[in-house]
């Protein structure tokens, strides 16, 4: 076909030095391809064709770019109910005050920590949990690097392409994209005010039997809502008589503003159903990296073996400032503070609704936790929002991302309290109600 003889032989010539030519007898010398469809012509390129070698794993994430939102939020100025984030006003540095001299103590620690976490620290935190009525040994608790990583090990220990999943709707979003990563389908149960619809939730396990119920019944991200007794009860009943176990992620437990609060759905766990998921990024800091799972012994050993493969273990020095925090008596009163603080924070965000709300914006109270979770006028979408509040200053975090099934969070905006700066709560929902008045043109 016009090509020279000598250029395919040294074509050829040059494929074999690379490893990229095979003979078979019979068939001849053919070039081979070892990366499946990568296609054999673009290996001379000046660049590797990241598509052609990406993983399924890679190609079912669905990022959603909460950077946009996210960034808007570090902009000089801007007033951010976007992030979920502590109070940086009420940070306790008393936790880390004198650490160096504990660190000198304990230097051997520094070096490496067991999988699971310090076996002093583990110790700690199921003593931790019985204060919420969750009887656990230590050897049932594994410390993890920030709760995510407690959802990321346990897509990765139980879910296979095509397996299903129960999660509420909404939900929190990074954990839907890593079972979608995995390859799960996601059925999601409508939230209610007290918690998921629970003939709904009964429909769908015993039709289905997903692999796995995923559910934070305490002060839920994003809507606040905190899952009433009776139907945390209901919830137990329905996992133990169908056989499914439950993801009970309870970063807010902790956060209760009013009344006595419920315990976490593992105090009520007889038969070890519920895998319990927390953190310190909510009460203490994000920054720390520091979570843990509570769950059966067999389990938690199974979740090291694989957990080895990502990160060894967590920061030896966030174990240890956490242990102490917790075991000088100075968690118990920072959480009295932030209790209080945030109680305040709330009420002055939803102060502010009550008097520059435009008709047809309504919202929660929610009783714990970080988030008020507001429906927008008809006609108002959340993403129009999230742009016309930005221009004025303020960022919020769209309903979108939180409905990943049914995709209805065009409706829906989260409002996060315990981030901005106190003083600023109310002329940040002054700019906000201010941004839905124009949409509306009001
Ligand atoms: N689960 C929920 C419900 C959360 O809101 C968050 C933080 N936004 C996490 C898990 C992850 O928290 P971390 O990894 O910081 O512990």
Not at 369 to 375: A, F, Q, S
């Amino acid at each position: 076909l016009g090509v020279n003889r000598t250029t395919v032989l040294n074509a050829y010539k040059e494929l074999k030095a690379d490893g990229l030519m095979a003979s078979h007898v019979g068939r001849g010398t053919v070039a081979v391809s070892t990366v499946g469809e990568y296609p054999v012509k673009t290996i001379y390129q000046k660049e590797p064709i990241w598509e052609f070698l990406y993983s399924d794993y890679l190609k079912n994430h669905e990022p959603f770019d909460v950077n946009k939102y996210l960034e808007i939020a570090n902009q000089k100025d801007v007033i951010s109910f976007a992030a979920g984030i502590a109070s940086f006003e009420n940070l306790p540095t008393q936790a880390f005050e004198g650490i160096e001299a504990e660190l000198l103590s304990r230097q051997k620690e520094l070096l490496v920590s067991p999988v699971a976490g310090f076996s002093s620290l583990r110790k700690v935190i199921s003593t931790y949990m019985q204060k919420r009525s969750c009887f656990c040994q230590p050897s049932e608790i594994m410390v993890l690097s920030g709760s995510q990583q407690g959802i990321d090990l346990i897509t990765r220990a139980f879910i296979n392409p095509g397996d299903l999943i129960l999660i509420e709707e909404p939900s929190f979003f990074p954990a839907i994209q890593s079972f979608r990563a995995a390859g799960a389908k996601i059925m999601a149960v409508p939230m209610e005010n007290d918690g998921m619809d629970m003939e709904i939730l009964e429909q769908l396990l015993s039709r289905y039997r997903p692999k796995f119920l995923y559910t934070m019944p305490a002060y839920h991200n994003p809507t606040g809502i905190c899952m009433s007794l009776a139907k945390r009860i209901r919830l137990l009943e329905l996992v133990n008589k169908y056989g499914i176990p439950v993801l009970e992620d309870d970063p807010y437990g902790e956060l209760y503003f009013e009344g006595q609060p419920l315990s976490p759905l593992k105090s009520m766990d007889k038969n070890g159903y519920v895998m319990y998921l927390s953190t310190f990024s909510k009460t203490i800091s994000p920054g720390l990296r520091l979570g843990w799972i509570c769950t059966g012994k067999k389990l938690i050993h199974q979740l090291c073996n694989i957990r080895q493969l990502a990160d060894l273990h967590s920061n030896c020095i966030s174990q240890q400032v956490v242990e102490r925090f917790i075991v000088s008596g100075g968690m118990a009163d920072y959480l009295t503070l932030i209790r209080r603080e945030y109680k305040e924070r709330r009420d002055i965000m939803a102060e502010a609704l009550d008097r520059y709300a435009p008709p047809g914006l309504s919202w929660n109270i929610p009783a714990g936790g970080y988030y008020l979770w507001c429906t927008l006028p008809e006609g108002v979408s959340a993403e129009a929002l999230a742009q016309k509040a930005a221009a004025g200053g303020v960022a919020i975090l769209p309903g979108m991302p939180s409905y990943l099934v049914t995709r209805k969070g065009e409706a829906h905006v989260r409002l996060n309290y315990t981030f901005p700066a106190k003083n600023r709560i109310s002329e940040g929902i002054r700019l906000l109600c201010e941004a839905i008045r124009e949409l509306l043109r009001l």
